[in-house]
Antibody, heavy 114, light 107 residues
Framework: EVQLVESGGGLVQPGRSLRLSCAASGFKFDDYAMHWVRQAPGKGLEWVSGISWNSGSIDYADSVKGRFTITRDNTKNSLYLQMNSLRAEDTALYYC???????WGQGTLVTVSS | DIQMTQSPSSLSASVGDRVTFTCQASQDIATFLNWYQQKPGKAPNLLISDASDLETGVPSRFSGGGSGTDFTLTISSLQPEDIATYHCQHYASLPYTFGQGTKLEIK
């Protein structure tokens, strides 16, 4: 059974940084691309970033380009999202998702507020 | 970027009704389309992939169709537990994008 468990969310002031993690199990992690998707309170879903199986291909939504960095460690079956220069509009539940977004974690909440 | 447009934004129907959601892509995405069900406080749950492939464990009253730019998700006989928001999402190319969602309510 695929399991994705996000962690690292919390309350952070505007302009500060936060690093999210996603621990994967139940599948061969290094065979699949992975993604981060977010959902602001009461809003729809927004794809944030994706990384190929070998980190050779990475992409970001325009809204986070230059501020967020996605990485993965296939030896630890883990996905990461380094979020810098956080803004109030980054407040959301952040999900990690597998491949074509077939499987999702339960999310970790990031709140950006002074 | 490919834009996904869902309609309607909300829908009210009675138990037993046939309900259809629509999703339109701004360009041809073949059948690279997922449909999700999301209940309050929960992560989205994949119902249908590749536009029409029902995921394991999803009730057969759910079905998907379409290709190219126009897609549908149908519930053949609405059940109370189907109350949720439904999202479409393409995976034809990055960035993956979602429709704005359709909120389904019971009349």
């Amino acid at each position: 059974e695929v399991q994705l468990v996000e962690s690292g969310g919390g309350l952070v002031q505007p302009g500060r940084s936060l690093r999210l993690s996603c621990a994967a199990s139940g599948f061969k992690f290094d065979d699949y691309a992975m993604h981060w998707v977010r959902q602001a309170p009461g809003k729809g879903l927004e794809w944030v970033s994706g990384i190929s199986w070998n980190s050779g291909s990475i992409d970001y939504a325009d809204s986070v380009k230059g501020r967020f960095t996605i990485t993965r460690d296939n030896t630890k079956n883990s996905l990461y999202l380094q979020m810098n220069s956080l803004r109030a509009e980054d407040t959301a539940l952040y999900y990690c998702a597998k491949d074509t977004l077939s499987d999702w974690g339960q999310g970790t909440l990031v709140t950006v507020s002074s | 970027d490919i834009q996904m447009t869902q309609s309607p934004s909300s829908l009210s129907a009675s138990v037993g009704d046939r309900v259809t959601f629509t999703c339109q892509a701004s360009q041809d995405i073949a059948t690279f389309l997922n449909w999700y069900q999301q209940k309050p406080g929960k992560a989205p749950n994949l119902l249908i992939s590749d536009a029409s492939d029902l995921e394991t464990g999803v009730p057969s009253r759910f079905s998907g169709g379409g290709s190219g730019t126009d897609f549908t998700l149908t519930i053949s006989s609405l059940q109370p537990e189907d109350i949720a928001t439904y999202h479409c999402q393409h995976y034809a190319s990055l960035p993956y994008t979602f429709g704005q969602g359709t909120k389904l309510e019971i009349k």
